[in-house]
């Protein structure tokens, strides 16, 4: 049975960092590109971030970009969002997603049950 737990989250206030993990068990970590998204109140789920594979390419949206860092741990089975400089904007619940390919992410076949991030102003 394929699990993503996400954690990491809390309240904060803007300006103030938080590192998102996402661990990864039933499944062949290393296959996957892995990517975060996130959903605020009475808005649809949005692409924050994604790492292939092997970790050497990233694509951020651009309202993180510059702020937020993904990685992975393949070892690990763990894949982490760096996020600084938070926004209240920012606030949201953070999903991590996993599947084969990038273009398949949006609608991925494996889904962690969200974290949330709360930033307050």
């Known amino acids: 049975q394929v699990q993503l737990i996400e954690s990491g989250g809390g309240l904060v206030q803007a300006g103030a960092s938080l590192r998102l993990s996402c661990a990864a068990s039933g499944l062949t970590f290393s296959r996957y590109v892995m990517g975060w998204f996130r959903q605020a109140p009475g808005k649809e789920r949005e692409f924050v971030a994604s790492?292939?594979?092997?970790?050497?390419?990233?694509y951020y949206a651009d309202s993180v970009k510059g702020r937020c860092t993904i990685s992975r741990d393949n070892a690990k089975n763990t894949m982490y969002l760096q996020m600084n400089s938070l926004k209240p904007e920012d606030t949201a619940i953070y999903y991590c997603?996993?599947?084969?390919?990038?273009?398949?992410?949006?609608?991925?076949?494996?889904w962690g049950q969200g974290t949330q991030v709360t930033v307050s102003s």
């Open positions: 997603a996993a599947d084969i390919t990038r273009a398949a992410l949006a609608k991925a076949r494996y």
């Open positions: 790492i292939s594979w092997s970790g050497g390419t990233t």
